[in-house]
Nanobody
Framework: QVQLVESGGGLVQPGGSLRLSCAASGSILSISVATCYWYRQGPGKQRELVATIGRLGNTDYADSVKGRFAISRDSAKNTVYLEMNSLKFEDTAVYYC?????????WGEGTQVTVSS
C-alpha cells in the first residue's frame, strides 16, 4: 500500500505564492523511479493536469501555469513539490498529487488552494 498526503494549501491573495507538498509513504521504493503529477479541479470544472516530472527529471506544465509554477521532488524524502507563484483567481482549485510507478497509479486526497482578495 502506498499513501500520498498533500499539504500546503490555503487561502492566498492574488499575486501570492504557495508551496504544495505530496509525501509518499508505504510500500514505495522511491519516487525517483516514478512519474509524478499535480492535477487540479476547480469549482464546476473537470480535473486538469497542471505539472509533470518524469523519471529523468524532465518537467512539463499546462500553458495556464507556465512560468508561474514549478514541480520538483526530493527523492530522499519521497516528496513531490509544487511551487506556485503569481497566483490568480483562476488557480483556485483542489490540487491532487498523482504518482505512477511500475504500472501502479496512486492519488492523494487533495489540498484546497483558494485565491481571493
Amino acid at each position: 500500500q502506498v499513501q500520498l498526503v498533500e499539504s500546503g494549501g490555503g487561502l492566498v491573495q492574488p499575486g501570492g505564492s504557495l508551496r504544495l507538498s505530496c509525501a509518499a509513504s508505504g510500500s514505495i521504493l522511491s519516487i525517483s523511479v516514478a512519474t509524478c503529477y499535480w492535477y487540479r479541479q476547480g469549482p464546476g470544472k473537470q480535473r486538469e493536469l497542471v505539472a509533470t516530472i518524469g523519471r529523468l527529471g524532465n518537467t512539463d506544465y499546462a500553458d495556464s501555469v507556465k512560468g508561474r509554477f514549478a514541480i520538483s521532488r526530493d527523492s530522499a524524502k519521497n516528496t513531490v513539490y509544487l511551487e506556485m507563484n503569481s497566483l490568480k483567481f483562476e488557480d483556485t482549485a483542489v490540487y491532487y498529487c498523482n504518482i505512477q510507478i511500475f504500472g501502479n497509479n496512486y492519488w492523494g486526497e487533495g489540498t484546497q488552494v483558494t485565491v481571493s482578495s
